[in-house]
């Protein structure tokens, strides 16, 4: 189960290796499941247990690691997205590339979003020395389970 009662913090998505490259001898980056292209971007994921990302899409293939803690993730095909409800804001915000669903994965409000419920996925718990590769447009949501650290490596 997950742990409650302390407070939530997350760092997500951060630049942290170009930040402090000297982290970047704690781990290699792993070439020979790499074969998908350019590395395009190394991010940091460090948080408490119940940090959630919420359900969307990425515009990488990402190589997700699990380095300490333990994470839930949930996995929709591209296949799925008439039924995800993906937040259409336009603009230059968060929402310009329709690659966030409006649905609370958790609790899902099927009144106001009745397709979400035919929705098929895959589960997974992800632990410490785990990888999972998640394709481009692979709707995914993530919630720590434990205090946590992950590393994405993007291409």
């Given at each position: 189960g997950v742990e409650s009662g302390s407070p939530v913090g997350y760092i997500a998505q951060h630049s942290l290796f170009e930040q402090l490259p000297s982290l970047r001898a704690d781990f290699e980056v792993p070439a020979s499941l790499c074969a998908l292209g350019r590395l395009q971007h190394v991010n940091a994921w460090v948080g408490s247990?119940?940090?959630i990302t919420p359900l969307h899409f990425d515009s990488y293939d990402n190589l997700f690691a699990q380095v300490v803690g333990y994470k839930y993730i949930r996995l929709y095909g591209s296949d799925q997205t008439a039924y995800l409800y993906a937040q259409t804001g336009g603009g230059s915000g968060l929402n310009a590339q329709g690659n966030i669903s409006s649905v609370d994965v958790q609790q899902p409000d099927l009144d106001r979003f009745p397709?979400?419920?035919r929705a098929y996925f895959t589960e997974v718990v992800l632990g410490p020395g785990e990888m999972l590769f998640i394709p481009a447009?692979?709707?995914?949501y993530v919630c720590s389970l434990t205090s946590s650290v992950s590393i994405s490596f993007w291409f």
């Open positions: 247990a119940r940090t397709l979400f419920g447009k692979c709707w995914h």
